[in-house]
């Protein structure tokens, strides 16, 4: 688990709530409520990382023009965000480029905490993006809903942001990964409509690759 942050606040949310008017969008401003949600609930390098550096990422990648995203709120916190791109394989790059100083010291500080961790900063700093097969360039990044919240609805009602915001950019497909361990997601997908294209192997892990053709979308009303 993540230190130097407030844990997620679990209580238990009222099952018949009204969640109509409760989606913004995502801003810098989330970016630490949000951290917190992704280093508690989101598996992967990020999350390995740690808690400030996913801060700095999201910090620092919200105040590009190509990423964009959608926060759902439950008496003032955030239940749930999805994050994403219209330029997948600049993103990390442009987020080490934007803040390579705070982004060294992040990884001076923790091989001095967690010597053990130098392993994954070389997979970080030799890090590239896998080359997916469509060379889709929009991708849906992250999503996650703080589980008493999860089943509610909410993850389906950020995606349906998510592509109308996408639509109006003109763009009718965009992709998504997932770890082949993430069965819950999975089948979250596929309830969404995406389409599973290919499985795929990243630093040792394999993950499977889901599209969507937002061409078939019928209902984008709120
Ligand atoms: C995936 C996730 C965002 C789904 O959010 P959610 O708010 O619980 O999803 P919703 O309530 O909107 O569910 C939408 C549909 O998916 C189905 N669904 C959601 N989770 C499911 C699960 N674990 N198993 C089967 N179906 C599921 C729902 O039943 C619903 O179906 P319906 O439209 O027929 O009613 C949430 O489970 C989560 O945060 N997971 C952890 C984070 C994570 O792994 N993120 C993905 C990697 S970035």
């Known amino acids: 688990m993540c230190k130097n942050r407030s844990p997620v606040?679990?209580?238990?949310?009222?099952?018949?709530?009204?969640?109509?008017?409760?989606?913004?969008?995502?801003?810098?401003?989330?970016?630490?409520?949000?951290?917190?949600?992704?280093?508690?609930?989101?598996?992967?390098?990020?999350?390995?990382?740690?808690?400030?550096?996913?801060?700095?990422?999201?910090?620092?990648?919200?105040?590009?023009?190509?990423?964009?995203?959608?926060?759902?709120?439950?008496?003032?916190?955030?239940?749930?965000?999805?994050?994403?791109?219209?330029?997948?394989?600049?993103?990390?790059?442009d987020v080490a480029l934007r803040r390579a100083f705070p982004i060294v010291y992040q990884m001076f500080r923790l091989i001095f905490k967690k010597p053990q961790k130098i392993g994954l900063l070389l997979k970080v700093i030799f890090y590239r993006t896998y080359r997916h097969q469509t060379g889709c360039e929009s991708e849906l990044v992250f999503l996650a809903v703080n589980p008493p919240y999860q089943k509610l609805g909410i993850g389906k009602k950020l995606m349906t942001h998510f592509h109308d915001y996408l639509i109006q950019k003109g763009i009718s497909r965009y992709e998504a990964s997932v770890e082949i361990e993430n069965e819950s997601t999975q089948k979250f997908n596929e309830k969404l409509g995406m389409?599973?294209?290919?499985?795929?192997?990243?630093?040792g892990i394999k993950r499977l690759r889901y599209s969507f053709d937002l061409s078939t979308c019928q209902n984008h009303s709120r």
């Open 195 to 203: 389409q599973l294209e290919y499985v795929y192997t990243e630093f």
């Open 9 to 93: 606040i679990v209580f238990m949310p009222n099952r018949e709530m009204d969640i109509r008017n409760s989606i913004t969008v995502l801003k810098p401003n989330h970016s630490q409520e949000v951290s917190v949600l992704h280093a508690d609930l989101i598996p992967g390098l990020l999350q390995e990382l740690g808690y400030p550096m996913i801060h700095l990422f999201y910090e620092t990648a919200l105040k590009s023009e190509h990423n964009f995203g959608f926060v759902d709120f439950r008496e003032n916190k955030i239940a749930g965000f999805v994050f994403g791109t219209t330029a997948i394989s600049t993103l990390y790059k």
